[in-house]
């Protein structure tokens, strides 16, 4: 299945302005103020898309660690039946 950028660069300007006109002009407007051509603007939902998953990924990386380390540091207290503060737990 090619690319979304493949996808973009083998449609005509008619198919362009079909794809635009179901979106909605309005819908687009955002993505025409910095990118000129329709389908320069219609490529941009999917380069925000593939960033976002990358942003995300490192940030479900960080949770786990950061998970991780808190077990850890509750794991490792003495148990005295009182509830510790989670600020002690981290630093």
């Known amino acids: 299945m090619p690319s979304g950028d493949q996808y973009l660069a083998s449609l005509d300007?008619?198919?362009i302005a079909t794809i635009v006109a179901v979106i909605g002009p309005s819908r687009l407007t955002?993505?025409?103020a910095v990118a000129e051509p329709d389908v320069e603007a219609l490529a941009l939902p999917?380069?925000?898309?593939?960033?976002?998953?990358?942003f995300l990924e490192a940030?479900?990386?960080?949770e786990v660690v950061f998970r991780d380390a808190v077990s850890?540091?509750?794991a490792s207290r003495p148990q005295t039946g009182r509830?510790?503060?989670?600020?002690?737990?981290?630093?």
């Not at 380069?47 to 998953?53: A, F, M, R, V, W």
């Not at 940030?59 to 960080?62: D, E, H, M, N």
């Open 46 to 54: 999917e380069l925000s898309i593939s960033q976002s998953t990358r």
């Open 83 to 91: 509830r510790p503060e989670i600020a002690n737990l981290i630093f």
């Open 72 to 74: 850890t540091a509750v």
């Open 59 to 62: 940030i479900c990386g960080l």
């Open 30 to 32: 955002a993505y025409r």
């Open 13 to 15: 300007a008619a198919e």
